[in-house]
């Protein structure tokens, strides 16, 4: 279709990847420099959007791109690069965000008071990311997974002289070399013993015993990095470590690559699945959208509140994934092509809004040094562009339309109202409930997003940091408003998106949803017209000519007869910032709902003594049920064990030596006896 | 070969394993280095006769160094050091005497469990001489962690690294390089330990290794 012609988009793909890799030990050498790190970011910025324009092409093109197979490789496996539709629509997803996410970074990445921490790793982390999107051969995958990791995790311990980032970086490389593990023995249960790591050979072997098992390491070795319920704990501990810009492109992209490896692994490489398998997915992707926000509600810190809301997103994602995966077992093709564009739409979403949500918290945190809501308030006096973009942000999370997010979960809603027409009685079962708890998470975020913007930008300031806050830079804001105005976008023309993604859905389910661009009037029929369509720019329509009907009205009819009086005189005339509504009191209401099972909250009064004139004093109590129950066993497991076998480093030579002999004897008898 | 050669050769390893177990079952210093010396002879005769059945003349020049370098010029050095620091007196087992002749013939029947079956495809030769190498080779090792005294820890290293040559030759094929840096890399070893059994005696007054142990702060309780 293009002039450039499909044979050459994956070199160039590769080429953007190369240099990107060879920006970071560049990077190094400029980074103490005065533009160092605007220069690197302005040069990621770039790389992505090229990448981006490739995987665009790639993804238009009629017949993907040739894959190339470089000359170096690990010994085991060749090294073949090239896009397919799946891999396109990711890349296109994720260096999109990227891209916009950079250009803030030039602005941003200019305070950081020790940039050669930072810098150097954030090429890197963008190469690796890449290169899994790029790869079509296990290995090349791996690679590039582990490149995303450990990049990402110099740069979650960039600050690391604060004791609670050290721990985090610690928590997050244990959980990210695992879920590397358990991908490994994924790829390495699909390649079986022919041993043909390329995806082409993999997708032809027969693995039907090894499918299921294969099915649980990727829903472990995906899921852990992308932050499903129990193996998230990394995640809100990691995100908010970053710098924010850094918290952007883990929360809103590379949870996306972990989904891209799920879907990889599972719709294209597992070969056909069971009805089964929607189970265990659909069962934990709703515990994750259900406690992520929860645990989102009673978070008054506002980049830990984002990133548990990627733990209820992805769990979303992983509902549509898990309905995808139950109607194609059954045959039910249109449906799972509905569910999963509506699982991919809304990957492109969470990235769009996720990753603006983070930079606007950046913004805030770089104006106040706050991340605290309880100190912040007022601040859409002292920051408009920045409140907007982020409101906008906060819209687009809750699925309100007309932006993104409200499309995207629509979509699900529609695929899970399709479910009657599953043959099997136990999805018929669970799909229900799975319906009702994505609707009760999508009123909850709703609750959280109007406290995340109203405790910080509206009111008034808790803080002299936040009364004295000052817009953020020119680059940040660009950024921010043109993330915005995508979400806005992606809401108001959904049918386009839809479409794009039709090459994925034939390449995983040889099926697509109807033609969504030729629908009259901009708006999408996922199923058919008498059953439900939406019509996001009329939408946008209605709501701006009622808008501006009301505003007619109310500045024709309204009295205009003036009257002064005292701000925020309620009932306190001269109430000080501490009267306001807190973050912890709009969350009260939740945590007397679900605080008492899901947190173990207790809520202590303390009275003071007759006769003292002290305060009374009201203590909330929580308790991470999900990390005391899983992970601090295993913790006070791995330390008693250590520090038995600690005596180990303190034996005499001889005793060493012992050890060796007796070890080599030990294995002796081994052979000996098996012989 | 005829059945003749090939019961010369089995004496000869057999020979280097008795040996072995009378290096074990030593408790004076010079007797011990006399009877290294002549476990590093029976290693030379049994190369060199590894030399003429494979016609292989590299082969002598492997059991020429054999005999030079352990069956003369370490004894003799040892010697003298012995001398110097004089503990000539005793060695000082961590397992006594009885136990540790016990274990070596436990490590021999393992030797030639593990061997005998493995190396089934192999010549009737080469498969014992592997058993043998291999039974030398652990109670090297188990000469090295039942005793406690420096020098006699060197002596089962030597020894230890006389099997290795045993298996070696024994395998056929192990080029004259292969062979001559190993014979250096021993005589360094022994360079470097010797140094250090002067610089022990200095600091410490003693070449008994708990020494070495109290100063790293960890001599926990008795040894023996």
Redesign the interface.
């Known amino acids: 279709m293009s002039v450039a012609g499909p044979w050459f988009l994956s070199e160039l793909a590769a080429g953007c990847v190369g240099w990107l890799l060879l920006l970071s030990p560049l990077a190094i050498l400029i980074a103490r420099r005065r533009h160092g790190s605007g220069l690197t970011y302005g040069a990621c910025a770039l790389a992505s959007c090229a990448l981006a324009l490739v995987a665009l092409l790639a993804l238009l093109s009629p017949s993907p791109p040739a894959a190339i197979e470089l000359a170096v490789g690990l010994p085991l496996g060749r090294t073949i690069l090239g896009y397919d539709p799946l891999g396109a629509a990711f890349a296109l997803i994720i260096n999109v965000a990227t891209a916009l996410v950079s250009g803030y970074a030039i602005g941003y990445g200019a305070h950081a008071r020790e940039p050669q921490r930072v810098v150097p790793f954030y090429p890197a982390f963008i190469a690796g990311m890449n290169l899994v999107l790029l790869s079509r051969d296990a290995f090349s995958f791996l690679v590039g997974w582990e490149f995303m990791s450990l990049a990402s995790w110099a740069l979650v311990a960039s600050d690391h002289a604060s004791a609670e980032n050290r721990r985090a970086a610690l928590v997050y490389l244990i959980m990210a070399t695992g879920g590397a593990l358990t991908l490994l023995f994924a790829f390495g249960l699909l390649a079986g013993p022919s041993g043909g790591y390329g995806f082409a050979e993999m997708r032809h072997a027969a693995h039907l015993a090894a499918a299921p098992l294969v099915l649980v390491l990727a829903l472990i070795g995906a899921g852990s990095k992308a932050g499903l319920v129990p193996l998230h704990a990394w995640l809100p501990l990691a995100h908010p470590a970053a710098p924010s810009h850094v918290s952007a492109l883990m929360s809103g992209v590379m949870t996306k690559v972990a989904v891209y490896g799920f879907i990889r692994i599972v719709f294209d490489l597992a070969g056909p699945p069971s009805w089964w398998w929607s189970l265990p997915v659909l069962v934990v992707a709703g515990i994750t959208t259900l406690l992520g926000v929860l645990y989102a509600l009673m978070e008054h810190d506002l980049k830990r509140l984002l990133a548990y809301h990627t733990v209820e997103n992805i769990g979303i994602i992983f509902i549509g994934l898990g309905l995808a995966l139950a109607f194609e077992a059954s045959g039910l093709k249109a449906a799972a092509a509905l569910s999963l564009t509506a699982a991919i739409f809304h990957v492109f979403n969470h990235s769009l809004f996720k990753s603006l949500l983070f930079l606007g918290s950046g913004a805030v945190l770089h104006a106040t040094g706050e991340r605290d809501m309880e100190r912040l308030g007022g601040l859409i006096h002292r920051m408009p562009v920045t409140a907007l973009a982020f409101l906008a942000g906060c819209i687009a999370i809750s699925a309100l339309p007309p932006f993104n997010g409200f499309v995207s979960e629509w979509l699900t809603f529609q695929a899970i109202l399709l479910s009657p027409q599953l043959p099997q009685w136990v999805p018929r079962l669970i799909v229900p409930a799975v319906g009702a708890t994505l609707a009760c998470a999508a009123a909850l975020a709703a609750t959280c997003f109007v406290k995340a913007f109203g405790m910080t930008f509206l009111g008034r300031s808790r803080s002299t940091a936040a009364a004295e806050a000052r817009e953020t830079d020119g680059w940040s804001q660009v950024a921010m408003l043109l993330l915005a105005l995508l979400c806005l976008l992606a809401g108001v023309l959904p049918g386009f998106v839809m479409d794009a993604l039709a090459p994925v859905m034939k390449l995983l389910l040889g099926a697509r949803l109807p033609v969504q661009s030729s629908e009259p009037w901009l708006r999408i029929v996922p199923i058919d017209s008498a059953r439900s369509a939406y019509d996001g720019a009329l939408v946008l329509g209605m709501i701006a000519i009622a808008a501006a009907a009301t505003a007619l009205i109310v500045r024709r009819f309204a009295s205009h007869a003036l009257r002064r009086a005292p701000a925020w005189d309620c009932g306190f005339p001269d109430a000080s910032p501490a009267t306001q509504y807190t973050a912890g009191s709009f969350a009260q209401p939740i945590r007397r709902v679900f605080g008492g099972v899901v947190f173990r909250a207790r809520e202590h009064v303390t009275m003071p003594a007759p006769g003292d004139t002290g305060p009374a004093r009201l203590e909330v109590e929580l308790h991470d049920t999900l990390w005391e129950a899983l992970y601090a066993p295993v913790i006070r497991l791995v330390d008693a064990v250590t520090a038995r076998v600690n005596l180990l480093q303190f034996l005499t030579i001889r005793r060493y030596l012992t050890l060796v002999v007796s070890a080599l004897v030990l294995l002796l008898i081994i052979v000996g006896a098996t012989r | 070969m005829t059945p003749l050669d090939s019961d010369i050769a089995h004496l000869l390893a057999g020979s280097m394993l008795l040996v072995s177990f009378l290096l074990l079952y030593q408790d004076r210093m010079f007797a011990l280095l006399n009877f290294f010396a002549l476990h590093a002879c029976v290693l030379a005769l049994s190369v060199g006769w590894q030399a003429y059945l494979q016609r292989a003349p590299h082969l002598y020049i492997t059991a020429l160094i054999a005999l030079a370098f352990k069956g003369v010029f370490i004894p003799v050095a040892l010697h003298r050091i012995v001398v110097r620091l004089g503990i000539h007196r005793t060695i000082e087992a ?1 397992v006594s005497i009885g136990p540790t002749m016990l274990i070596g013939m436990a ?1 021999v029947a ?2 030639i ?2 061997m005998l ?2 190396t089934a495809t192999e010549g009737v030769f080469v498969r014992e001489d592997l058993a043998f190498a291999l039974s030398v080779l ?1 109670l090297g ?2 000469m ?2 039942t005793r ?1 005294n420096a020098v006699s820890q060197v002596i089962g290293f030597m020894s230890l690294e006389n099997g290795l040559i045993l298996a070696a030759t024994g395998a056929r094929g192990m080029p004259l390089v292969v062979e001559i840096s190993v014979a250096f890399s021993i005589l360094i070893a022994f360079l470097v330990i010797g140094m250090f059994l002067f610089r022990i005696r200095e600091r410490f007054d003693t070449v008994d ?2 020494a ?2 109290m100063s ?1 702060g ?1 001599a926990s309780g008795g ?1 023996a």
Do not use: N, S
């Open positions: 961590v490590l393992l030797a469990v593990v079956p493995v652990l090792l188990l090295m962690i406690r290794l708990q070495l142990d790293r960890e040894e």
